[in-house]
């Protein structure tokens, strides 16, 4: 698996995972999907990468298929922390691709940004997401109850997080 920034080259595959259920079910994505929602979103993550305020990533495989994103939602650099977020492509799920994507995408905001403490926030009904996050080295916080997701949805969710002596074994 690679990552790359995302780009234009990419809204097709960003548009498809609009389309999926599962993730409009547990993701931040409006529904219904306002027009111009992916570019919009591309946009989003192609100012934050200027910004310094968020980052998108593509993951593909060795032949450049699409596996899904690895996207820093918010950067915050004078408090050292980044909230990360993942979503894989229907067609690569179940195969590890998710829990590989979280440790390079958490080992680049250790090493590339210098965070001192990497979260997620993961629905407490997406277990296959929860299981992700403990298997890449995370660990759960606890849950936040009825957090804001989007519109109209309001939903229990565990706050999971890293350190970088996590990452290296250590516990404090």
């Known amino acids: 698996m690679r990552l790359e920034r995302l780009s234009n080259r990419h809204v097709a595959d960003l548009a498809e995972l609009t389309e999926d259920p599962q993730v409009l079910r547990f993701t931040r994505i409006p529904e ?15 100012t934050g990468e200027q910004d310094g305020t968020s980052a998108g990533f593509a993951a593909l495989d060795d032949a ?9 939602v918010d950067i915050d650099r004078d408090a050292g922390e980044v909230e990360l977020g993942y979503i894989v492509a229907a067609s690569a799920r179940g195969r590890g691709v998710g829990s590989e994507l979280l440790r ?15 979260v997620l926030i993961i629905d407490v009904e997406n277990t296959a997401s929860s299981r992700m996050a403990a298997r890449a080295g995370y660990v759960r916080e606890g849950v936040m109850r009825s957090l804001f997701i989007k519109p109209g949805v309001r939903r229990d969710a565990e706050l999971w ?6 990452a290296r074994g250590e516990r404090r």
């Open 104 to 118: 390079r995408l958490t080992a680049w905001a250790f090493e590339a940004l210098g965070a001192e403490r990497v």
């Open 32 to 46: 219904p999907l306002p027009a111009g929602f992916v570019r919009s979103w591309l946009d989003r993550y192609e």
């Open 64 to 72: 450049g298929a699409f596996l899904g994103i690895g996207l820093a």
């Open 161 to 166: 997080s890293q350190l970088p002596s996590d």
